[in-house]
């Protein structure tokens, strides 16, 4: 399997531009791979239950929301109700998306870390820089659930001001604000997953965005095609575990473009 993926990565190189998309597309060639089924499979059922609890809560609070959000809207903007409707509609379902994937990430961590480890084994030949040690192996729950909190306080302190900016009765701009969201939420999808590789090989988050940053075109289209991926049901169920063997074939393309 090892030359045939390497193949397929090196014919899509984002130098054409469309980077984020091949790799997004090549995590899901990966998952079906067999010897990365079970790391599949498992957080899949998770993320099932999760995505089950998520509709079933949302549907129920959906009305009490909107209205709520409505009623923020002056009444000489009235005449508007029509756009914002839509507006707030969509807004809801972006931020359910994210937390959707943010609750996935968080519970299905360590499976994704050795789903990461075992998808950069078969592009690279090569083990991840890790130790041998027991204690090491059982230190990965929690070691992996506290670099998941850190990436969500990266996260929440920016994106509740676009939240709320988002909101704002005003026309043009909550539109500003749904694009910011929009873009922000894209870029931290690129630092959920390619952190699960970075990780492994233990490069810090703060390093983990410099190194994002480095190539933000192919960071942003593969944020983009993840965070629109999550919005549509039941897809978004395989998203996940796709996402983590793209951002895998990310950091190790990217790294040898540098080498």
């Known amino acids: 399997m090892n030359n045939k993926v390497a193949k397929n990565i090196n014919a899509t190189s984002p ?3 469309i980077g984020g998309v091949a790799y997004f597309s090549e995590g899901f060639r990966l998952i079906k791979q067999p010897g990365l089924r079970l790391f599949v499979i ?15 809560a949302s549907y129920d609070l959906f009305g009490g929301w909107m209205t709520s959000l409505m009623s923020y ?8 109700e029509w756009l914002f409707w839509p507006l707030y509609a969509v807004a809801i379902v972006m931020i359910l998306a994210y937390c ?29 820089e890790s130790d041998d040690d027991w204690r090491e192996l059982i230190a990965t729950i929690p070691r ?20 709320l900016i988002g909101v704002l009765p005003i026309p043009g701009v909550n539109l500003i604000g749904a694009a910011a969201w929009f873009l922000f939420s894209s870029w931290m999808m690129t630092l959920q997953y390619v952190d699960y590789p970075a990780d492994n090989n233990k490069m810090s988050f703060s390093d983990l965005k410099q190194f994002a940053s480095e190539r933000r075109w192919s960071s942003l289209s593969f944020g983009m095609l993840v965070y629109g991926v999550a919005m549509i049901p039941l897809v978004n169920l395989v998203a996940v575990p796709a996402a983590v063997c793209g951002a895998t074939a990310f950091w190790v ?7």
């Open 15 to 17: 130098a054409g531009g």
């Open 144 to 163: 992996s659930i506290g670099r998941e909190l850190r990436k969500l306080l990266y996260y929440l302190p920016r994106a509740i001001p676009l939240l």
């Open 253 to 259: 393309k990217e790294r040898q473009a540098n080498v």
């Open 42 to 56: 498992a957080p899949m059922i998770l993320n099932t239950l999760i995505f089950y609890w998520m509709v079933t």
């Open 100 to 128: 959707f994937v943010a609750v996935a990430n968080l519970i299905g961590s360590p499976f994704y870390g050795v789903l990461s480890e075992k998808v950069e084994r078969e592009l690279t030949g090569q083990d991840p």
């Open 73 to 80: 809207l002056p009444d000489w903007l009235g005449f508007l």
